[in-house]
């Protein structure tokens, strides 16, 4: 993040603003909206930045710019056509520690302006950090789009209860999760519908029933694969709403900052036969948080019910009688598969697929090799690096053929994405020479082979958003990501 996103309470007090020209006009606009008292510097100003600042109560001193005019300002704004001037004003403020915007250089300022979506008393402000403001102007349209003028009047309605839910409910947890009811809910409803005097009989109801005990609640969420557009519009929002949130080492830090920024993060991961915390103190700290009535967000890589211990979680929960509620995710096979161009299932080659741990107790892995067999089937193999040779062996020697296509995708979804493709013969050498590291998604069957024959054009894209590039060194052809 190169600019921290800050909101300037710039009413009654005074700004500098240096050119009287076009563009010095468009952020007068701005400034005055908020409520700025404008001193405005420049030999001569366009008509209509001086009838602004006649209406507004601003002052035009007709000049050249001189250092002393930062006396005493708040900020300072800089939009003349002359590149000495402006860097001259962006020294100067920057000797004061006064904050400066130098239009359309932004290595001149201090802080830039962003796109604005205005719904005051909701504002919301987009910036590409200097980079692209038609791409922010872009993102603005869109929010626009999404978000009703009445949401600043449910802003305006919230924010006169605030001294009396503050009043009545004095724990912090619990006063959030009242204002997202609230604002969620039924009287968020009625507000956006112009019934406010009913909205405002039901939040003093709601008010009366909240100053009980506070109760917590568990999210178990999947967090998917890798790529944070993988999550669902709920585990975004539940996200949101946790207080706290333990997460594993296959959650991307992308998606960790998708949660509250005050909510507490517990780093709960496990690694290959090394432990941060082991299963039974993770159950034992869901039960105490949410004892202490806090909201906790259980984010878990995947889907929570597939391979990730998530039953053994809410069973545990069940049995002592705390809320939970469970947010399926994008498991790994489908997320991974897809990104590096597989189908997991094809009339012609596969009728089913079939998920299997790979994952090794006592160096051995126990599994009904015998079952394993149907060359009509796929085989998703997760949590099987390390037993990646064994798995091929076995295979083999239960009926499959040494020459059935195999691929191995490594942080798959994610920007570091790699697949590996070979065959139950070829895979294991080519991935010892690779240097693979976990996450990893072993996926067995002729519909590995397709891979090599789709061209990827259009909306097909690999998760950073490039397009398709060379395949491995055996195979060069396909849609490999890169590391």
């Not at 097909?460 to 958003?465: E, K, L, N, S």
């Amino acid at each position: 993040m190169e600019y921290l996103p800050l909101f300037f309470q710039l009413r009654d007090r005074p700004v500098l603003l240096v050119g009287g020209g076009k563009v010095a006009v468009r952020k007068a606009r701005l400034l005055t909206r908020a409520g700025a008292r404008l001193l405005c510097v420049a030999p001569d100003i366009d008509a209509e930045l001086r009838d602004m600042l006649e209406r507004t109560g601003g002052e035009w001193r007709e000049a050249r710019y001189a250092s002393s005019d930062l006396e005493r300002v708040t900020l300072v704004v800089a939009a003349t056509p002359d590149d000495a001037v402006n860097r001259l004003v962006a020294e100067d403020a920057g000797r004061g520690n006064i904050p400066v915007n130098v239009v359309d250089c932004p290595e001149l300022c201090s802080f830039v302006f962003p796109s604005i979506v205005d719904r005051s008393p909701l504002v919301i402000g987009i910036t590409s950090s200097a980079r692209s403001p038609v791409v922010a102007r872009l993102v603005r349209s869109k929010i626009e789009a999404l978000i009703p003028a009445a949401y600043g009047r449910l802003a305006e309605f919230t924010g006169r209860f605030r001294d009396a839910v503050k009043a009545g409910i004095a724990e912090e947890g619990q006063r959030r999760r009242f204002w997202e009811k609230v604002v969620h809910g039924a009287v968020g409803q009625l507000v956006l519908a112009g019934k406010e005097p009913e909205a405002e009989v039901l939040v003093k109801e709601y008010l009366e029933q909240d100053k009980d005990e506070p109760r917590g609640q568990v999210y178990l969420i999947g967090a998917g694969p890798g790529d944070p557009e993988l999550l669902t519009f709920k585990a975004a929002r539940l996200l949101q709403e946790a207080d706290v949130v333990l997460y594993d080492r296959l959650v991307t830090p992308e998606i960790l900052d998708m949660a509250r920024r005050d909510a507490e993060r517990i780093y709960v991961g496990k690694r290959r036969e090394q432990h941060a915390l082991p299963q039974g103190e993770i159950n034992e700290l869901l039960l105490d948080l949410a004892r202490q009535g806090l909201c906790v967000a259980r984010l878990k890589g995947g889907d929570p019910f597939i391979f990730g211990r998530g039953g053994e979680e809410i069973e545990k929960l069940a049995s002592e009688g705390v809320a939970f509620q469970v947010v399926p995710g994008v498991t790994a096979a489908s997320g991974c598969a897809a990104y590096a161009g597989i189908p997991l299932t094809h009339r012609e080659h596969a009728q089913s697929v079939r998920f299997v741990t790979g994952n090794l107790k006592n160096n051995r892995l126990d599994l009904p090799w015998q079952e394993f067999g149907n060359p009509q089937e796929t085989l998703v193999f997760y949590m099987g690096l390390k037993s990646l040779a064994q798995i091929c062996e076995q295979l083999v020697a239960h009926g499959r053929e040494v020459s059935t296509p195999a691929a191995l995708v490594e942080q798959g979804t994610t920007r570091h994405q790699r697949t590996l493709i070979g065959s139950l013969g070829t895979l294991p050498e080519q991935v010892a020479r690779a240097s693979v590291h976990a996450p990893t998604l072993l996926i067995v069957g002729a519909v590995v082979g397709l891979r090599n024959r789709l061209e990827w054009f259009g909306e097909a894209r690999d998760p950073g958003g490039w397009p398709p590039t060379a395949g491995t060194e055996d195979h060069p052809v396909g849609w490999q990501a890169d590391s």
